[in-house]
């Protein structure tokens, strides 16, 4: 749950690439077909160019990596840039309800193993990463921002040697089969460059690091999805994963509709959702009485609440953890 170190996000030496990665490379990589770059339509040109670091946390005894912007900065920048003055910078980093959610999860993995889950908001990606490594069957990554989606594939990579994501098909409008069918080819020399996919391929057994051969065969997927659409949904999961997502009061409502149609309608589809105690519970209160009290078909129960400390740069951040299950 600690926060053990950040670094500047600097290449490997011994592969053919810049020595330090920012956003704008990684897109060059994955559509190196266009001079312009086909990710243009997706993000919104001229490309981004703000630079990459990674940061490691500690969560039930396992060192995680997250890939990140290095400078917020930056990124604020980057919207003024491109008119977009509505959008924000939270998902630039790791929040303290996506730790103790990758905990619970990582602590007790039949939360999720062999089902289909995806994180809703997903930011950077920490707690749907943690359902991969407890052997979620499927594991789908949702966020408004493109930027965001990238950096959470990432952060998989850097944890998961040989795993297949679809960066290619999330940067460019209209991919190629092969990107597809081999999401890994056209960017390989980025994944190989993340210093900790080097470090953690040289620990494996075989490129086997978790000694569970089937997370290598797994794809991880990243879609956007922005809750603000009413029209906005998903596939259908057996578990929804949600880390900070109630921090505004317009939000609330939307969540509460949109997480039905995120889920199996059989009973036993979950919904974890973990929130800060000490911010807006009056938002948290409100998405309670509207979730559980809604007149669709599929109605939910709240099994229990939990709450989780973690500690990040020296203090104890208060989290409640909500689980709901359909009846």
């Given amino acids: 749950m600690a926060l053990v170190l950040s670094s500047p996000f600097r290449l490997t030496p011994r592969f053919n690439v810049p020595q330090q990665l920012n956003f704008q490379s990684v897109v060059t990589a994955c559509c190196p077909a266009t001079s312009g ?18 940061q490691h ?7 995680l990596t997250v890939i990140q912007p290095k400078d917020v900065d930056e990124v604020i920048d980057m919207y003024i840039e491109q008119g977009r003055l509505d959008r924000d910078p939270y998902w630039c980093r790791i929040w303290p309800s996506a730790i103790a959610l990758a905990e ?3 602590a007790n993995p039949e939360h999720v ?17 943690a359902a991969v490594l407890a052997g979620a069957s499927e594991v789908v990554l949702y966020d408004r921002e493109v930027q965001a989606l990238v950096c959470a594939l990432l952060t998989v990579h850097a944890n998961i040697p040989e795993v297949a994501t679809n960066l290619p098909l999330v940067l460019q409008p209209t991919p190629s089969e092969s990107a597809v069918l081999d999401p890994r080819g056209c960017f390989k020399d980025v994944v190989k460059a993340l210093p900790s996919f080097s470090k953690r391929l040289e620990q494996s057994d075989s490129g086997n690091l978790f000694g569970q051969g089937s997370l290598m065969t797994r794809i991880v997927k990243a879609e956007l999805l922005d809750w603000t659409d009413k029209k906005a949904h998903g596939h259908n999961f057996d578990v929804v994963l949600a880390c900070d997502v109630l921090y505004e009061k317009l939000a609330v409502p939307l969540i509460a509709d949109l997480v039905p149609r995120l889920l199996c309608t059989h009973p036993g589809a979950k919904l974890l ?3 800060p105690v000490e911010r807006n519970p009056r938002n948290r209160e409100k998405f309670l009485q509207i979730f559980l009290e809604s007149s669709s078909v599929q109605r939910f129960e709240l099994e229990k ?18 689980h709901f299950k359909s009846v």
């Fill in 37 to 54: 770059g086909a990710g243009a339509a997706a993000i919104d040109a001229p490309f981004p160019s703000f630079q990459l670091a990674e």
């Fill in 57 to 63: 946390f500690l969560i039930n005894g396992r060192r």
């Fill in 104 to 106: 619970e999860i990582l």
């Fill in 113 to 129: 193993r062999g089902l289909r889950v995806c994180d809703l908001g997903a930011g950077l990606g920490l707690a749907g990463l």
């Fill in 273 to 275: 959702l973990a929130d």
């Fill in 305 to 322: 609440i939990e709450e989780q400390t973690p500690h990040m740069d020296g203090s104890a951040h208060p989290v409640k953890v909500l």
